[in-house]
C-alpha cells in the first residue's frame, strides 16, 4: 500500500509543474464572448416583412453601428425566415458579458426614443411575442490568426 501511496505523491509532484506552467500567478483566462439571440414571432404578410427589414436598416442599424463603434457591443443583426416555425424573425448581439448586452439594450432603446419617438414600429405591432436566449461563444472559423472569432 505504500508503493501506491508513493507512487501517487511522484505523480502528483510531476503533474504540479505543469499546471504552474499552464496558468501564471496573475494570469486571468479571457472569458468567451456572450451570444444573445432574440426570437419573434410575427406576421410577415402583407409586405410586412419587407417593412421591418427597412426599418431595421434605417433606424436600429445605424444606432447599433453607434454602439460597436463605441465598444458597447462587438456586432448586432437581424435574420429572417420564411417558413419552418413561426418564430420568423431573429436579432443578435454580440458583446463581453450579458451586462454589456443589457447595457447596450438599454441604450439602444433612449436613442431610438430619442430619434424617432415612441410611437410603435411596424416590427413592434408585427411581432407581438418574443423569447431570449444568452450563449457562451465556443470556437469559431472567424479571422484571427488562431482561427477564432477575433472578437
Not at 410575427?42 to 442599424?61: H, K, N, Y
Not at 439602444?108 to 423569447?131: S, W
Amino acid at each position: 500500500m505504500l508503493k501506491l501511496g508513493t507512487f501517487i505523491i511522484v505523480l502528483a509532484a510531476l503533474a504540479l509543474p505543469g499546471v504552474a506552467v499552464a496558468q501564471q500567478p496573475g494570469e486571468q483566462e479571457e472569458d468567451p464572448p456572450v451570444l444573445r439571440v432574440s426570437f419573434f414571432m410575427c406576421d410577415l404578410g402583407s409586405g410586412a416583412g419587407d417593412a421591418i427589414e427597412e426599418e431595421f436598416q434605417t433606424r436600429d442599424v445605424p444606432v447599433w453601428k453607434e454602439l460597436v463603434a463605441e465598444g458597447m457591443v462587438q456586432d448586432w443583426g437581424t435574420f429572417f425566415h420564411w417558413w419552418a416555425d413561426e418564430w420568423n424573425v431573429g436579432i443578435y448581439t454580440i458583446a463581453e458579458s450579458i451586462q454589456a448586452i443589457v447595457d447596450a439594450s438599454d441604450e439602444a432603446g433612449n436613442r431610438l426614443e430619442d430619434r424617432f419617438g415612441e410611437d410603435p414600429t411596424r416590427f413592434e405591432q408585427a411581432c407581438p411575442y418574443h423569447r431570449d436566449g444568452f450563449y457562451t461563444l465556443g470556437p469559431s472559423t472567424g479571422t484571427d490568426e488562431e482561427g477564432g472569432s477575433g472578437r
